[in-house]
Nanobody, 115 residues
Framework: QVQLVESGGGLVQPGGSLSLSCSNF????????MAWYRQGPGKQRELVAS???????DYADSVKGRFTISGDNAKNTVYLQMNSLKPEDTAVYYC?????????WGQGTQVTVSS
């Protein structure tokens, strides 16, 4: 059973940086893709960035050039480095993991960008 735990959220001023991490604290299993989603106030959950086991990454257009996703397969951990943050990046950020048979969500971590 995969159990995802996120950390690293918080309050930051516009233009600032934050780093999120997400680790599997459950049973070790092969995870094919890990991703970060976010859900802003009154908005639907959207994909922010994803990374496959082989290292292929994908980003939402709104974060390209500002966010970087990386992963550690051995640790079942994914990171999201967020730079040049904007108020519209304010959201709850959720970690997602996809295995051969299922997908899992973390509990979410709040990111607030405000002066």
């Amino acid at each position: 059973q995969v159990q995802l735990v996120e950390s690293g959220g918080g309050l930051v001023q516009p233009g600032g940086s934050l780093s999120l991490s997400c680790s599997n604290f459950g049973s070790f299993t092969v995870i094919n893709t890990m991703a970060w989603y976010r859900q802003g106030p009154g908005k639907q959950r959207e994909l922010v960035a994803s990374i496959t086991r082989s290292g292929i990454t994908d980003y939402a257009d709104s974060v390209k050039g500002r966010f970087t996703i990386s992963g550690d397969n051995a640790k079942n951990t994914v990171y999201l480095q967020m730079n040049s943050l904007k108020p519209e990046d304010t959201a709850v950020y959720y970690c997602n993991a996809v295995t051969w048979t299922n997908y899992y969500w973390g509990q979410g971590t709040q990111v607030t960008v405000s002066s």
